[in-house]
C-alpha cells in the first residue's frame, strides 16, 4: 500500500470511529426519549427503540404535576447560578494571584493546591467541618465546599500565565493596580476561559446529589436532583397509576425514571450550544499555553 492510499484511507476510518462514537453516545439518550413518550403497553413489551409509539406525554404530568418538582427546579437554579458566580470569582482571583511571577511563596501554594488533587480531606472530615461552621441545612453548605476546584484554577492560571506581561506593564503604567489589571486587563482578554469554567461549573453545580444529600435536612431546600431521586425511589407520584397497567410495576418506573432524566437534563442541553464556541476555544487555550 503506498503513502498516499494509507493518507486517503486514515480520514475514512477516522470518519467511521467518530460514527461510532456519536451512534453510541446519542442512542441511551434518543432511547430515554423516545420511552418517556412512549405509552405504557408499548413500554411493557419492550418495543420502544429511538421512536415512541403510541405518543403521550403522561410520564411528564407524573413528573411536572408535583408542585414540589418547581420548588426543586427554583432551588437548582439558585444553587447553580449563586454557586457558578461565586466559584468563578474566587477560582479566577486565585489562578491571576498564582500565575503572577512577582508573588511570594507561589510554587509553594502552587503544590500545596495540586496536593488536594491526589489527597482529599474525606467525606466524614469534611462534614463535620461544614456542621461545625453551622452551614448545613443552608445554600452555603451546598456552595461553599466545593467553591474551587483545582483542575479549574490550574486550567486559569495557564491560561493567564499565557498573557503578554506588557500588556500588565502597560497597565502599571498608566496607575492600574493588582485589582484593577486583573478587571480591566486579565477579564476582558480571558472571556472565553472564563465561559469554560463557568459551564465546567455550572454542570457540575446542576448534577449535584451528593453535597445536597448530606447537608439539607429540609425539603423546601432540596434541588431537583435529589428530588427526583425521591421521586424514583417512591415509585411514582401515585401509585394508582402503577398499578393499573398490569402489575408490570419495573416497566412504568423505567418509563417514570426516563423522564425525570430528561427533565434534569433539558436545561443543560438548552444552555450548551451557547457557550459550546467558547469551550472548545477555552479549554484548548488554557491546555496548550504556559
Same mark, same amino acid.
Given at each position: ?8 484511507l ?5 470518519a ?5 462514537? #456519536? ?7 434518543v432511547?430515554m426519549?423516545?420511552?418517556s +413518550? ?6 411493557m413489551?419492550? %418495543? ?7 405518543f ?6 407524573l ?10 427546579f427554583?432551588?437548582?437554579i439558585?444553587?447553580t447560578a ?15 494571584a ?10 509553594? +501554594?502552587?503544590m500545596?493546591?495540586v496536593?488536594?488533587m491526589f ?9 463535620l #467541618?461544614?456542621?461545625?461552621l453551622?452551614l ?6 451546598? &456552595?461553599?465546599?466545593g467553591a474551587v476546584s483545582?483542575?479549574?484554577?490550574? /486550567? ?9 506581561? %506588557?500588556m500588565e506593564?502597560?497597565?502599571?503604567m498608566?496607575?492600574l ?6 478587571f480591566r486587563i486579565i477579564?476582558?482578554l480571558?472571556?472565553?476561559?472564563f465561559a469554560?469554567?463557568? /459551564?465546567?461549573?455550572? &454542570?457540575?453545580?446542576?448534577?449535584n446529589f ?11 431546600l432540596?434541588?431537583?436532583q #435529589?428530588?427526583?431521586?425521591n ?8 401509585s ?6 398490569g402489575?408490570?410495576? /419495573?416497566?412504568? %418506573?423505567?418509563s417514570l ?5 430528561? &427533565? ?8 450548551y ?5 467558547? +469551550?472548545?476555544?477555552?479549554a484548548?487555550?488554557g491546555? #496548550?499555553?504556559?
Amino acid at each position: 500500500m503506498t503513502k498516499s492510499s494509507k493518507l486517503s484511507l486514515f480520514p475514512v476510518v477516522s470518519a467511521a470511529i467518530l460514527t461510532l462514537v #456519536v451512534v453510541a453516545t446519542l442512542y441511551p439518550f434518543v432511547h430515554m426519549l423516545a420511552v418517556s +413518550f412512549s405509552a405504557d403497553t408499548y413500554v411493557m413489551m419492550n %418495543e420502544i427503540t429511538i421512536w415512541p409509539k403510541g405518543f403521550n406525554v403522561h410520564m411528564y404530568d407524573l413528573v411536572l404535576g408535583d408542585s414540589k418538582i418547581w420548588t426543586a427546579f427554583r432551588n437548582s437554579i439558585v444553587y447553580t447560578a449563586f454557586g457558578t458566580a461565586i466559584s468563578l470569582a474566587v477560582t479566577s482571583m486565585g489562578a491571576y494571584a498564582l500565575s503572577r511571577s512577582q508573588m511570594a511563596l507561589r510554587k509553594s +501554594f502552587t503544590m500545596l493546591i495540586v496536593f488536594t488533587m491526589f489527597f482529599g480531606g474525606g467525606m466524614i472530615p469534611t462534614f463535620l #467541618v461544614v456542621q461545625s461552621l453551622g452551614l448545613v441545612d443552608t445554600i452555603w453548605g451546598i &456552595v461553599l465546599p466545593g467553591a474551587v476546584s483545582t483542575w479549574n484554577l490550574i /486550567l486559569m492560571r495557564t491560561f493567564f500565565t499565557g498573557i503578554p506581561k %506588557e500588556m500588565e506593564e502597560s497597565g502599571r503604567m498608566d496607575g492600574l493596580n493588582d485589582i484593577g489589571i486583573y478587571f480591566r486587563i486579565i477579564v476582558p482578554l480571558s472571556k472565553a476561559s472564563f465561559a469554560t469554567i463557568a /459551564l465546567f461549573y455550572t &454542570v457540575g453545580l446542576w448534577n449535584n446529589f451528593m453535597l445536597p444529600l448530606l447537608y439539607l435536612r429540609t425539603q423546601d431546600l432540596f434541588p431537583l436532583q #435529589v428530588l427526583l431521586r425521591n421521586l424514583i425511589l417512591a415509585g411514582t407520584a401515585s401509585s394508582g397509576d402503577v398499578t393499573q397497567i398490569g402489575g408490570d410495576n /419495573l416497566i412504568v %418506573e423505567e418509563s417514570l425514571k426516563y423522564a425525570t432524566i430528561m &427533565v434534569s437534563t433539558i436545561p443543560i442541553l438548552i444552555l450548551y450550544p451557547f457557550v459550546q464556541k467558547y +469551550f472548545v476555544q477555552g479549554a484548548m487555550i488554557g491546555a #496548550v499555553k504556559g
